[in-house]
């Protein structure tokens, strides 16, 4: 099944955002609930969503590269949303923030267990 490039950018972002944390600075990990906020009142075509995130991304210039090298990969076709009542693209507005909140939530969650081994080391 072939599938657009809109839609392998935005698997591509949520890719980097779960596989590669790194690549993201603080600033913009605490950026990212507002860009899922975003998304999830969008309405419109997968463009819309993958352009958001896109320029959101070009404007931190790390992540716009990565992006971009990401989207390259060959990165095997990820499956469409299960079918459901909703059409593919309701359910992109909300599968894209929940991945993006989850990736948020997951680190944050990271960041509280090294701070506290941190603290635990120096007693």
Same mark, same amino acid.
């Given at each position: 099944m072939e599938?657009?490039?809109d839609?392998?950018?935005? *698997?591509? /972002? ?6 590669f944390?790194e /690549? /993201?600075?603080?600033?913009?990990w ?5 860009? *899922? ?7 419109? @075509?997968?463009?819309t969503? !993958?352009?958001? $995130? ?7 210039s790390?992540l716009g590269?990565?992006l971009?090298k *990401? ?10 949303p299960l ?7 309701e359910n992109?507005t909300k599968?894209?923030?929940a991945? $993006?909140?989850n990736?948020y @939530?997951?680190?944050?969650?990271q960041?509280?267990e !090294?701070? *506290? !081994?941190?603290? !635990?080391?120096?007693?």
């Amino acid at each position: 099944m072939e599938i657009d490039q809109d839609y392998k950018d935005i *698997a591509s /972002f949520i890719y980097l955002l779960t596989e590669f944390p790194e /690549f /993201f600075s603080p600033k913009e990990w605490e950026d990212l609930p507002s860009l *899922a906020a975003e998304i999830a009142t969008l309405v419109g @075509k997968e463009s819309t969503i !993958n352009d958001t $995130i896109k320029n959101w991304c070009i404007q931190r210039s790390q992540l716009g590269e990565e992006l971009i090298k *990401a989207s390259r990969r060959e990165i095997s076709d990820p499956p469409r949303p299960l079918s459901t009542t909703q059409e593919p693209l309701e359910n992109l507005t909300k599968i894209v923030p929940a991945s $993006i909140m989850n990736a948020y @939530k997951e680190k944050l969650k990271q960041d509280q267990e !090294n701070s *506290a !081994n941190t603290s !635990n080391e120096s007693n």
